[in-house]
């Protein structure tokens, strides 16, 4: 396995405190289920994470299956943002790295406390670090180059994506135990 170091990434889709299934395909027998983060890299601003990246995968998958011998098949985390161009903080900009993990990983804060899960500080659209292990798939389902997901630490607020929830005051009318009694009237 390769180590990579994420810095000051978007975070996407995390599943960090409960592991989850995925797939279009129900589980098989033997499946576990899986904790995962995907981070967003600006092409810009981590241009060098990036291409450092895209180095190790290669080198990976030259350890895997030989030096000029890697299949074409081979799929690799490091895909670009244009694929999801229609989700909130993907596009043309950016490339993305998915990365799961059957252990749950470190998740903490800026001082390296543990975050637990019913947290509201880490979200779909903070700034994290991560720490990854690049590694080579070979199996029934695929020949790939993975990321491991090993440790998140929350670097600070984005915007959240997604759908704002919605703010009960702007929709509701406060209500007493007469407004209560009628309502229950019909």
């Not at 576990?32 to 995968?57: G, N, V």
């Not at 990976?60 to 074409?72: D, F, L, M, N, Q």
């Not at 993990?101 to 998740?107: E, G, I, Q």
């Amino acid at each position: 396995m390769s180590p990579i170091t994420l810095r000051n990434v978007r975070c996407s889709y995390p599943e960090l405190f409960k592991p989850k299934f995925f797939g279009k395909k129900p589980a098989q027998p033997g499946q576990e289920p899986k904790y995962s983060c995907t981070f967003i890299l600006d092409k810009k601003l981590h241009a060098e994470l990036i291409a450092d990246i895209r180095a190790t995968a290669k080198a990976v998958a030259e350890e895997k299956w030989g030096k000029g011998k890697v299949p074409s098949s081979v799929k690799v985390c490091l895909r670009d943002g244009s694929e999801k161009a229609d989700t909130d903080g993907y596009g043309p900009e950016v490339m993305f790295v998915s990365s799961s993990s059957t252990k749950r990983p470190s998740v903490v804060d800026r001082l390296l406390s543990p975050l637990e899960a019913d947290t509201t500080k880490l979200y779909a659209g903070c700034y994290i670090n991560a720490f990854i292990h690049l590694w080579a798939q070979d199996n029934e389902y695929g020949k790939r180059v993975n990321a491991e997901l090993k440790a998140v630490q929350l670097v600070r607020d984005g915007d959240p994506f997604g759908k704002k929830p919605v703010d009960a005051a702007e929709v509701f009318m406060p209500m007493d135990q007469d407004d209560e009694a009628a309502s229950l009237m019909g």
